[in-house]
């Protein structure tokens, strides 16, 4: 972005405004609020609104076009997904010069072993690195949201460095996934030090203290967030289920009692059951020319079935009725030589699925069925973190991100945990993005996290002969030593305060000659691991 008059490097002497991104699986935002308006109403904050089609939505697909060089950002969101599929539809296959990368964040999630250089495949398997694709997303979003601060900015301007950026990312994701987000991000122009990494449940939580009762679907209110209480966040996004417990400190701030976890059980779950459905219905091949031939209609059939899925409820027994676009039943006929309507009622679906023009009419239950998977991963998981101590002092569950808002999922939370209050807020989908914002603006909200690994470094001791392996037995300067010694610094489930030095070890040179040393940082999911047993971070 070309550096306008509202934005100049001069350093500044605080933050006067908190920008947050946050990509998503399935969806992705920005958000901002400025300092003064902060400190009078934390809730006020400046979120964009999308367009695609006939949609109005708080946060756009987080889909994104490069064009044929492999590194020139073209478009993002609703736009990118129409501009790709207007050129696919040309039909001389100029859109597979392209790159069209969507849904792309679980590559993250998915890697256990993340490479800085690693590269992702679009659309039609050509390969990009992933760096490049997140890095072009975080620079559009920081461009985007900048020229709207600009509009806001009616008279005076504001610095580079006054401004403080966020970046979401899941609790349960590991350590070289967020240093990945940072190192994109700051390829994106955010420089490091305006740079904070905010842990989706925990904004979630932060911004939900905020609202009042009548900012809750259900069970709010300042006194589910009074000194004492111990609940659980519930961040069920598009890719995955993250999960943490919280108690609420006599300060007001949070302490984490247990180190998040989850899956990926998010609401892409019952998108993938809803495709491999409509693929039982029409086969395979009919289905995979359909996607590639006629990507508008693909796209038209999906945002259909996202706005459905929010209204699916355990007590409607309604039929549901969904548009099926005539290509896709064109393909059907060219393909099988018959129509779709008689093919149906040869399948499985006989009894439960119609077709009748252009609706696809399906069976209540059916539908109900597409989010079984993700919602029996979900409620098994928390149940058997109940069965922890800790865990089970948690008298609420505080339910937010995208999928929380599917009324399937909250009937399985709230039934399956009878005991236990659910609090669900209004657009559970945004409150952490626009937790995000709080965070930047008070990141001491937090106060103690719980270690997910065990760290130490790498050192030596006097060599002990009746505890070291004599393989390990080195003598510089003629003195044993023992090398490859596991140096602990924190362990694995330890609550340790943040902002506040937890230990301090003290080392000596190994030799005389010795001028520098450099020391390697280690991480086990062991509690007293040994060097050959660990991963240097």
């Excluded at 999630?109 to 495949?121: A, F, P, S, T």
């Excluded at 690195?129 to 900048?146: C, G």
């Excluded at 007001?252 to 219905?281: C, M, N, P």
């Excluded at 548009?323 to 393909?331: A, E, G, M, T, W």
């Amino acid at each position: 972005m070309e550096e306008d008059n509202y934005i100049n490097n001069t350093k500044p002497s605080k933050t006067m405004l908190v920008a947050a991104i946050d990509i998503g699986t399935t969806y992705s935002g920005w958000a901002f609020s400025f300092k003064h308006e902060y400190d009078t109403d934390p809730t006020k904050i400046v979120a964009r609104q999308w367009y695609g089609g006939q949609m109005l939505s708080m946060k756009a697909p987080t889909t994104v076009l490069i064009k044929p060089d492999a590194k020139t950002f073209d478009s993002f969101g609703y736009e990118a997904e129409t501009k790709y599929s207007e050129l696919a539809s040309v039909g001389n296959n100029e859109h597979k010069c392209w790159y069209y990368f969507s849904r792309f964040k679980m590559m993250l999630h998915e890697k256990m072993v993340l490479d800085r250089n690693i590269y992702i495949e679009d659309e039609t398997q050509k390969s990009v690195s992933a760096k490049t694709v997140f890095s072009l997303v975080i620079r559009y979003l920081k461009e985007d949201m900048l020229k709207n601060i600009k509009d806001r900015l009616s008279s005076g301007s504001i610095r580079e460095d006054e401004i403080t950026w966020v970046l979401t990312v899941p609790a349960i994701w590991t350590d070289a996934a967020k240093q990945f987000m940072r190192e994109a991000a700051v390829e994106a122009g955010i420089k490091n030090e305006n740079l904070k990494i905010a842990l989706e449940p925990e904004t979630a939580s932060i911004f939900c203290r905020l609202l009042p009762v009548e900012k809750m679907i259900e069970g709010g209110g300042m006194a589910f967030f009074k000194p004492g209480s111990v609940y659980m966040v519930l961040d069920a996004g598009g890719g995955t289920i993250d999960i943490t417990v919280h108690e609420v400190l006599s300060d007001g701030k949070l302490k984490e009692l247990h180190k998040a976890s989850g899956g990926a059980w998010g609401g892409t779950q019952v998108d993938e059951a809803y495709r491999q459905f409509l693929i039982s219905l029409v086969g395979n091949p009919v289905f995979r020319r359909f996607q590639v031939e006629n990507k508008e209609d693909y796209l038209d059939m999906f945002r259909e079935f996202e706005i459905k899925k929010r209204d699916i409820a355990p007590d409607n027994d309604n039929t549901v009725k969904i548009r099926l676009p005539s290509s896709l039943k064109d393909i059907f006929v060219d393909e099988f030589g018959e129509d779709l309507r008689t093919a149906i009622m040869q399948t499985k679906y006989a009894n439960e699925v119609s077709l009748t023009g252009d609706k696809l009419r399906i069976n209540a239950q059916v539908i109900k069925s597409l989010f079984s998977n993700a919602i029996q991963s979900t409620v098994s998981h928390v149940k058997e973190l109940m069965k922890n101590k800790i865990v089970s002092r948690v008298s609420s569950i505080l339910m937010v991100g995208g999928f929380s808002e599917s009324k399937m999922l909250q009937h399985a939370i709230r039934s399956s945990f009878p005991n236990v209050k659910v609090i669900i807020p209004h657009e559970a989908g945004l409150v952490v993005l626009k937790g995000a914002v709080v965070f930047g603006h008070n990141p001491s909200s937090v106060s103690h996290r719980i270690c997910k690994f065990t760290y130490g470094v790498k050192t030596t001791h006097m060599f002990d002969s009746e505890k070291h392996d004599i393989k390990k037995r080195i003598e510089p300067d003629c003195v044993p030593l023992c090398d490859d010694i596991f140096d602990k610094y924190v362990e694995i489930g330890q609550s340790v305060a943040l902002h506040v030095a937890t230990t301090e070890h003290s080392y000596t040179p190994t030799t005389e000659s010795q001028s520098s040393v450099g020391f390697r940082i280690y991480a086990s999911i062991c509690l007293n691991p040994e060097i050959p047993n660990v991963r240097h971070r």
